[in-house]
């Protein structure tokens, strides 16, 4: 037999494995098993959810790009009176006022 062909074997005993070991084949949840892939991914879906929350609306979104920008103005303005000033529009606009 060719080295190659050898080592070919060898991977695709590996590969096979590896998929073997990442597949969740069932999933126990309040004493009952569930193998159906989608039981399966309400129940991962519902235990993250619990975990971590759902996601909420929120009143008010940075815009990371506009603060990106207002912030190298704030290095720009070199007086105190102007940095104060920009700080209250800053605060402003933020609040949407």
Same mark, same amino acid.
């Given at each position: 037999? *060719?080295?190659?062909?050898?080592?070919? %074997?060898l991977f /695709?005993?590996?590969? /096979?494995? %590896?998929?073997?070991?990442?597949l969740i084949?069932?999933?126990?949840?309040?004493? /009952?098993? @569930? #193998?159906? !892939? $989608?039981?399966?991914? *309400?129940?991962?879906?519902?235990?993250? $959810? &619990?975990?971590?929350? #759902?996601?909420?609306?929120? $009143? @008010?979104?940075?815009i990371l #790009? $506009?603060? &990106?920008?207002?912030?190298?103005?704030?290095?720009?303005?070199?007086? !105190?009176?102007? %940095?104060? %000033?920009? *700080?209250?529009?800053?605060?402003?606009?933020?609040?949407?006022?």
């Amino acid at each position: 037999m *060719r080295d190659g062909d050898a080592n070919t %074997k060898l991977f /695709q005993l590996d590969a /096979q494995h %590896k998929k073997r070991k990442n597949l969740i084949t069932r999933l126990v949840a309040d004493g /009952q098993i @569930y #193998t159906n !892939h $989608e039981d399966k991914a *309400r129940i991962v879906d519902d235990f993250y $959810e &619990g975990l971590l929350g #759902t996601c909420m609306d929120r $009143e @008010y979104t940075i815009i990371l #790009t $506009e603060l &990106g920008s207002m912030l190298l103005t704030w290095l720009i303005l070199s007086s !105190h009176s102007q %940095k104060r %000033k920009f *700080r209250q529009q800053l605060s402003n606009s933020l609040l949407g006022i």
